[in-house]
Nanobody, 125 residues
Framework: QVQVVESGGGLVQAGGSLRLSCAAS????????MGWFRQAPGKNREFVASISFSGSDTYYADSVKGRFTISRDNAKNTASLQINSLKPEDTAVYYCAASSRYQGVVIIDRLYDYWGQGTQVTVSS
C-alpha cells in the first residue's frame, strides 16, 4: 500500500504563489503517473495536472496552463505543483494522486490508485 501526503497549502493573496508538495511512502516503482486534482466548495473534483513516471511528459487543465507547473523527483519519492499568479477561483482543496498502473500522463481520476488527504488553498481577492 502506498500512502500519499500533501503539504504546502495556505492562504495567499491573488497574484501570489504557492508550492504544493506530495510525498509517497514507498519507492516510486510502485507509483507511475502522478497528478493533482482540486475540489472547490460545491463543485466536483477536477483535474489540474499530471506528470509521467519519467517526468518527460506533463499535461495541464486549460484553466491552469501557463500558471501551474508540475514536477517530480523519483529519487525522493516526491511530486510538486508550483502555482503562480493565483486567482480567487483557484481556491479549493488540492489532492495529489498516484497510479500504480499507468506510466504516462493520466487525466481521469478513477485511473489513480492512491490519494492524499488534500491540502487547502485559499486565494483572497
Amino acid at each position: 500500500q502506498v500512502q500519499v501526503v500533501e503539504s504546502g497549502g495556505g492562504l495567499v493573496q491573488a497574484g501570489g504563489s504557492l508550492r504544493l508538495s506530495c510525498a509517497a511512502s514507498r519507492q516510486t516503482t510502485s507509483t507511475y503517473a502522478m497528478g493533482w486534482f482540486r475540489q472547490a466548495p460545491g463543485k466536483n473534483r477536477e483535474f489540474v495536472a499530471s506528470i509521467s513516471f519519467s517526468g518527460s511528459d506533463t499535461y495541464y487543465a486549460d484553466s491552469v496552463k501557463g500558471r501551474f507547473t508540475i514536477s517530480r523527483d523519483n529519487a525522493k519519492n516526491t511530486a510538486s505543483l508550483q502555482i503562480n499568479s493565483l486567482k480567487p477561483e483557484d481556491t479549493a482543496v488540492y489532492y495529489c494522486a498516484a497510479s500504480s498502473r499507468y506510466q504516462g500522463v493520466v487525466i481521469i481520476d478513477r485511473l489513480y490508485d492512491y490519494w492524499g488527504q488534500g491540502t487547502q488553498v485559499t486565494v483572497s481577492s
